[in-house]
């Protein structure tokens, strides 16, 4: 039997054999929630001309000193459009937010302190104006040649807005990691139909599909493969030679007889451990050549899908976050105050107890138990929104602080 170890050494053996997948090129569009893996450097100003602010009209500085004062408006320039008209001394110039600045002015008179006269052909400035004012500089928001983004670094929707500005329509990162998920077993059914004895319907490839899609993954669906060593090795070597990564539930417990350990240990370098942590205990990883260098992870999780979800998320989820090149792949992690107390028994096992945890008026995270804490007991689990990390001993008590992992945020 194998030996009991602590979750260190379990995610230490993990995420030594995980390392970031080689770059790729990709459209920024496409790149979206990707991890940069090269530099980001501006290539083009933004803005690349010097535009207005506000709605108004361009003048020289100088005309509106002593204003209230009148001005000819000698023409009008909108957002996508320019003039050739070069502003003197004494005129205005009807101006659109994002317009180009026509040459010759030097500041912008917002509309709200004008009064349009003789039906437009005129203007009464009520306020002066500074030099620059409302003008926004070639570059004022992106110089060309600022480096902007490191290696390291996620792209968000923010970020892919940025790379457009200064043209990076292409850009090295990590690529979404392609993870093949799948179930295993006779006993599982997926089709809707009636219950036959000793039938249960699937339902950890469902939660672990979703899982993997939520964790910035490309999830790949394998269905629900039956009790057959043949059929199980034709699609674990197709999921290795086409993918990055294998999930798998069930048949990693010490002493079962199951398909998946029956086969995995055949074809793959596997490690079969027994963790010190409760739900979750029974994990399996190993490394299936792919046939082509690579060595691909596979992630035995428990069948019980309490014990499923919480071993994806203490192992799977941040090994395969690192593999698509995050810096800090571990969920947020923070000191909660938990309210009405945690509760266990000494065990030698560390707890991860399912909770729901909000802000509290005294600005710290709290948390309370979410009820009903066995690891086939998914419906309670399902309401969770964070993981207590409670050590062992006799629990925490009400208003104690506990270390917690948050799930799910907004």
Request: net charge negative.
């Amino acid at each position: 039997m194998a030996p009991v170890i602590d979750i260190t050494e379990a995610r230490t053996h993990v995420f030594e054999r995980c390392p970031a997948l080689p770059a790729r090129d990709l459209p920024f569009r496409a790149a979206i929630g990707c991890v940069l893996a090269g530099p980001v450097v501006a290539g083009e100003d933004v803005p690349p001309f010097a535009n207005s602010a506000v709605d108004g009209y361009a003048v020289r500085a100088a005309s509106v000193q002593a204003a209230p004062v009148e001005l000819p408006v000698v023409g009008e320039v909108a957002a996508g459009a320019a003039t050739d008209h070069v502003l003197q001394l004494g005129e205005a110039i009807r101006i659109m937010t994002g317009a180009p600045v026509p040459a010759g002015a030097d500041a912008i008179v917002m509309v709200e302190d004008t009064e349009r006269l003789d039906g437009g052909s005129r203007v009464r400035v009520l306020r002066p104006v500074a030099s620059g004012a409302a003008v926004r500089a070639v570059g004022d928001d992106i110089p060309v040649g600022t480096p902007l983004y490191e290696p390291g670094t996620m792209i968000t929707p923010t970020i892919a807005a940025v790379l457009a500005s200064v043209n990076a329509a292409v850009v090295s990162v990590v690529p979404r990691v392609r993870v093949a998920v799948l179930s295993t077993g006779d006993e599982l059914i997926d089709d809707g139909g009636p219950l036959q004895p000793g039938q249960i319907r699937e339902s950890n490839r469902t939660m672990l599909h979703g899982l993997v899609a939520a964790a910035g993954c490309e999830a790949i669906d394998l269905g629900v493969v039956r009790d057959d060593e043949a059929e199980l090795e034709r699609v674990l070597r197709e999921a290795a030679a086409t993918c990055d990564a294998v999930v798998t539930s069930g048949g990693v417990s010490m002493g079962d007889y199951d398909v998946v350990k029956a086969v995995l240990s055949r074809i793959a370098d596997m490690r079969w451990m027994q963790i010190a942590i409760k739900p979750a205990k029974p994990f399996a990883f190993g490394l299936l050549d792919a046939g082509d260098g690579r060595a691909v992870p596979i992630f035995g999780l428990p069948g019980n899908p309490v014990s499923s979800m919480v071993s994806f998320e203490l192992l799977a989820r941040p090994a395969l976050r690192q593999m698509a090149g995050h810096r800090s792949p571990q969920r947020p992690f923070v000191r909660a105050i938990a309210d009405d107390g945690l509760s266990r028994q000494p065990d030698g096992k560390i707890h991860y107890q399912r909770v729901f945890a909000e802000f509290g008026a005294d600005g710290r995270v709290h948390v309370r138990t979410v009820g009903a804490q066995g690891s086939h007991q998914l419906a309670a689990t399902s309401m969770a929104n964070a993981i207590a990390e409670v050590p062992d001993g006799d629990g925490v008590e009400a208003g104690g602080s506990v270390g917690t992992m948050l799930l799910w945020v907004g």
